[in-house]
Structures are given as C-alpha cells and as structure tokens.
Nanobody
Framework: QVQLVESGGGLVQAGGSLRLSCAAS????????LGWFRQAPGKEREFVAA????????TYAHSVKGRFTISRDNAKNTVYLQMNSLKPEDTAVYYC???????????????WGQGTQVTVAS
C-alpha cells in the first residue's frame, strides 16, 4: 500500500483558486492510478477527478470539468488538483486516493489520505 498526505486546503472566496497536493510514500507510486474525491457535510463521498499511472488518461466529474485539473509528478511522488473558479458548492473535505485503475468508483481505490478542508465563501 501507499501512504497519502493531502495539503493545500483552506478558505477562499467564490471565483478564487486553490491547488491541492497529495504526497505519497512508497517506491511504487508511479504504478498507481490516483484520484481525488470530496465529501461535504451530510453528503456521501463523491468522485472529483482521476489520473492514470502514466498521467495520459484523466477523468473528471461533470460538476468540475473545465474548472479543475488533475496532474501528477511521479518524480516527486505527488498528485495535484488545481481548482479554479471555485463555487460555494465545492466546499468539502477533499481526499486523495490510490488504486489500480483511474475510475470514478470509490471501491476501486484502496489507499486513502486523511483529507484536507476546502471552504469556498460566497
């Protein structure tokens, strides 16, 4: 398994930007697909974006497509989520996850970080 630690969350005004980072431990980082998920208070955890092990395949939730960008740097064992044009409905705890396939399904990801809070003020 790989250990994941998210950072970069915070409070931002609507229309602003944040970049989340997820640092991973383990020499096999480059073999994992990585995903970002989020969970708002009182709601189920939902898919945000995923990227294949090579970085060539990316998938986004419809609600964030065109505003968020997922990327990875295998040399730094880090995956990023650039979030632009943030909306109050983007407020949630954001989780990084590692798995074998870049899918939208939570069950396909076996390793999870602790999460980082993103709050978007209107």
């Amino acid at each position: 398994q790989v250990q994941l630690v998210e950072s970069g969350g915070g409070l931002v005004q609507a229309g602003g930007s944040l970049r989340l980072s997820c640092a991973a431990s383990g020499r096999t980082f480059s073999t994992y697909a990585l995903g970002w998920f989020r969970q708002a208070p009182g709601k189920e955890r939902e898919f945000v974006a995923a990227i294949s092990w090579s970085g060539t395949a990316k998938t986004y939730a419809h609600s964030v497509k065109g505003r968020f960008t997922i990327s990875r740097d295998n040399a730094k064992n880090t995956v990023y989520l650039q979030m632009n044009s943030l909306k109050p409905e983007d407020t949630a705890v954001y989780y990084c996850a590692a798995g074998f396939t870049a899918t939208m399904r939570i069950d396909d990801f076996g390793s999870w970080g602790q999460g980082t809070q993103v709050t978007v003020a209107s």
